[in-house]
């Protein structure tokens, strides 16, 4: 059993930043690829970023390419996402999640923290 715990967001003007952490109950963290999705409202959730077991493998949507870099600390228990250049559209709920596959699929991933909000204004 892993629990996520999410923590970062907020409210920031367009063109600022925020980095959303994610830490990790127990002492498998390091046996799961990570992952960072996100939900705005009317819309479904869809994949943001992921991360390998050791942190040397990221994928993320072309729509954050170049402003978002996800990270992670095994001995901190905990994943990172360090979002620049936020823009209005950047604005959900973000959520992190655990899989034990390395995929962008959100019905693969097993363990969801309970999200944190992130609002862009303009």
């Known amino acids: 059993q892993v629990q996520l715990v999410e923590s970062g967001g907020g409210l920031v003007q367009a063109g600022g930043s925020l980095r959303l952490s994610c830490a990790a109950s127990g002492r498998t963290f390091s046996s799961y690829a990570m992952g960072w999705f996100r939900q705005a409202p009317g819309k479904e959730r869809e994949f943001v970023a992921r991360i390998g077991w050791s942190g040397g493998s990221t994928n993320y949507v072309d729509s954050v390419k170049c402003r978002f870099t996800i990270s992670r600390d095994n001995a901190k228990n905990t994943v990172y996402l360090q979002m620049n250049s936020l823009e209005p559209e950047d604005t959900a709920v973000y959520y992190c999640?655990?899989?034990?596959?390395?995929?962008?699929?959100?019905?693969?991933?097993?363990?969801w923290g309970q999200g944190t909000q992130v609002t862009v204004s303009s």
């Open positions: 999640a655990a899989s034990q596959m390395l995929t962008t699929s959100s019905s693969r991933y097993d363990y």
